[in-house]
């Protein structure tokens, strides 16, 4: 009795190691219906064994596996075979084998950077015909396919995806959904169009609306958040709350005193004034805006600047490298007395200036901090930048510049009228409208190597190819040039980008090369001139020369190139030419516009700083928010202002084009 019991207990034990073996060693037995159900489970075999069992399979079976081998084979990484694999697959898959298809299409397509095509492959896809394992891979994939961009696909994936996580990927996944719904602007969340059904999504766009109306004080929002977790408490995010919305919960208001660092004398001292009039002018309620203004074209102000000389642009290099052509700026008039068009905050906060010319900004920052201000607004010049970095204070500080390294504070945000963020936006504008093929046109300088890495890096990150530079000298050169009946050619060398290599140092600037010795015709449809209003007379002519006045190739160019002094005969020589200006200055608002200008006798330098001023004010009153909600956007004077992860205050431009002698807004 004992030895049969003994036998019949390790048979027991033996069978399942049998099956076990069976199934590996491939037996066809069950092969067909155990590769039809592992298409549709989380499956954990590796890519050997399913490339194993294809070869030992055939038909129906053998595509199972194939899918299956492909499958592991991008889980492991190894890229290469998986897409080999795929382009083997046999045409016209349907049912199963069609979804897990469908799938993979839309994997392949997102591993070659071709957001649309997996979006497109995706859309084909029903997911209420997928098993649970394939529908949490078909929500990541959406959510991939998204690149980050708010929308309502991207926010149902989320929505859906949140249901089957736990811990930390559910926190995440949170988190995720209030970033979409943040980043997006009142205009995009009006047009949103949901089903009576979807309550998880409209408890979001509730808090949304909150956030909305509620987000420049402080206090009130705290309180709408309070209020939304008590209607909507099965909403995901009541339980657990967006880790953004949990910082704020914590926070506290902190802008009853508002030190403002600024240079009012010596060489930078005429920057530091216009910034500090439009930062006053907005803290007093002083700022003009006008009627709707959507029917309307804009009306950008074109008069001559009393030296006949071009002002660079603060939008274009940083503010210590404009000292070298201050005297080509205009002294500002008298304060003007504008006509109060919005109120002042009921208790603005009090604001005290300190000259960074008169002491050191380590001195300043301490005695700001004795004086009682709880948030720093400047300084200006990148140099005072960097030491208010190395002093460690710990106040609150909204920099007015970047310095050359970001290093992410928990109590620093930067702004900055930044050519890198006219760059990265030029480059979204770009791609949007359907071109493919760009080259970047220069100066041969460290401003050219800075726009056209930001500009390289912006479209790689759309899913853009290698971008083409060309650098070029003076404009003693370039007059030199079109006078020997050079042309310009539209060629260039790859752009070195962050993905590729090592960011170029600062003293590594490109040469500008010899026009007449770029002749080899280049495959471009798309130009990006980075370029000063004297320059662009040159440069676009010259461009003509080669291509013809007919040329398919579009050209774009940066707000360096609209500055005062342009007539009607500069406007008909663009024409067909865009450019990007910030809001203040591109017509939207006349009112503002004509307020700006006239504190800077129509200098468009001085005219950014204005109005670089009337953002930094809103920017402090809404400190706690941008710090701690990376996305959080305002429509602001310079742009729409979007704080980044290491709270970089970037910038979304409007963009304006020549048209028959006028000025009209791009759509």
């Known amino acids: 009795m004992v030895p049969s019991k003994i036998f019949r207990s390790k048979a027991g034990r033996c069978l399942p190691v049998l099956l076990a073996a069976m199934l590996f060693s491939g037996c066809g037995i069950q092969s067909k219906d155990q590769s039809a159900s592992l298409l549709q489970a989380d499956t954990q075999g590796n890519s050997a064994f399913y490339l194993q069992q294809m070869q030992q399979s055939r038909d129906d079976n053998r595509t199972n596996w194939q899918l299956l081998a492909i499958r592991a084979l991008l889980k492991e990484g190894n890229n290469p075979q998986a897409i080999e694999l795929y382009g083997k697959l046999p045409h016209g898959l349907s049912g199963q084998q069609g979804r897990e298809y469908a799938l993979l299409s839309a994997e392949i397509a997102l591993l070659r950077q071709d957001y649309a095509g997996a979006r497109t492959r995706l859309a084909s896809i029903n997911p209420d015909e997928l098993e649970a394992p394939q529908q949490a891979r078909y929500w990541q994939l959406q ?47 009006r047009a949103l169009v949901i089903n009576a059904r979807e309550n998880t999504l409209q408890g979001w766009l509730d808090l949304q609306q909150i956030w909305f109306s509620k987000r420049n004080n402080l206090q009130a929002l705290k309180a709408g958040i309070a209020d939304w977790r008590i209607r909507y408490p099965q909403n995901p995010g009541a339980t657990m709350l967006p880790g953004a919305l949990n910082n704020l919960q914590n926070a506290h208001a902190t802008t009853n005193i508002i030190a403002l660092l600024l240079p009012l004398n010596g060489q930078a001292g005429v920057f530091g004034q216009a910034l500090k009039r439009g930062f006053e002018d907005a803290r007093n309620g002083l700022l003009q805006t006008s009627p709707s203004t959507a029917d309307t074209q804009p009306t950008p102000a074109y008069t001559e600047t009393p030296n006949g000389g071009d002002v660079v642009s603060p939008a274009n290099a940083p503010v210590d490298e404009l000292l070298e052509n201050h005297s080509s700026v205009s002294p500002l008039q008298a304060d003007p007395q504008p006509t109060p068009a919005a109120s002042a905050a009921q208790t603005p906060a009090e604001v005290r200036v300190y000259d960074t010319t008169e002491q050191p900004v380590s001195q300043i920052l301490a005695q700001a901090q004795r004086d009682g201000a709880s948030l720093v607004v400047g300084p200006l010049l990148k140099p005072d930048v960097e030491r208010m970095l190395t002093s460690n204070t710990p106040l609150n500080v909204l920099a007015l510049n ?16 930044s050519p890198e963020d006219e760059a990265r936006d030029a480059a979204e504008h770009i791609w949007a409208q359907g071109y493919r093929r760009p080259l970047l046109l220069a100066p041969g300088n460290a401003l050219g190597d800075r726009v056209t890495r930001a500009f390289a890096n912006a479209w790689q990150q759309q899913g853009g190819d290698t971008v083409l530079q060309q650098r070029f000298g003076t404009q003693a050169e370039l007059r030199s040039a079109i006078n020997r009946g050079t042309g310009l050619t539209l060629t260039g060398t790859p752009v070195t980008t962050e993905r590729e290599a090592p960011a170029l140092a600062d003293n590594a600037s490109v040469p500008a090369q010899p ?46 190139s609209a500055q005062s002094g342009a007539g009607a005969d500069f406007r008909l020589e663009m024409e067909g030419l865009e450019y990007s200006e910030i809001p203040a200055l591109s017509g939207s608002n006349p009112a503002f516009q004509q307020q700006a200008l006239a504190a800077s006798r129509n200098d468009y330098s001085l005219a950014r700083l204005y109005a670089m001023g009337a953002d930094a004010w809103t920017l402090a009153n809404q400190f706690v928010q941008i710090r701690q909600m990376p996305g959080h956007q305002i429509a602001g004077n310079t742009g729409t202002l979007i704080a980044s992860d290491d709270c970089v205050i970037g910038r979304k431009m409007s963009w304006l084009k020549y048209q028959q002698g006028r000025i009209v807004a791009v759509n």
């Open 143 to 189: 959510i991939n396919a998204s690149q980050g961009k708010p929308s309502l696909s991207l926010l149902r994936a989320l929505i859906a995806q949140e249901p089957s996580l736990q811990g930390d990927a559910k926190q995440k996944n949170i988190d995720a959904t209030w970033q979409a719904l943040s980043a997006m602007s009142e205009e995009q969340a």
């Open 402 to 417: 970047q310095p050359g390294h970001i290093s992410n504070r928990a109590n620093v945000c930067y702004f900055a009228l």
């Open 515 to 560: 026009l007449e010795a770029q002749d080899t015709p280049g495959n471009v449809d798309a130009v990006y001139i980075v370029a000063t209003r004297s320059e662009l007379a040159l440069i676009k002519p010259m461009i003509a020369m080669r291509t013809g006045s007919r040329s398919s190739v579009q050209l774009y160019a940066s707000s360096r």
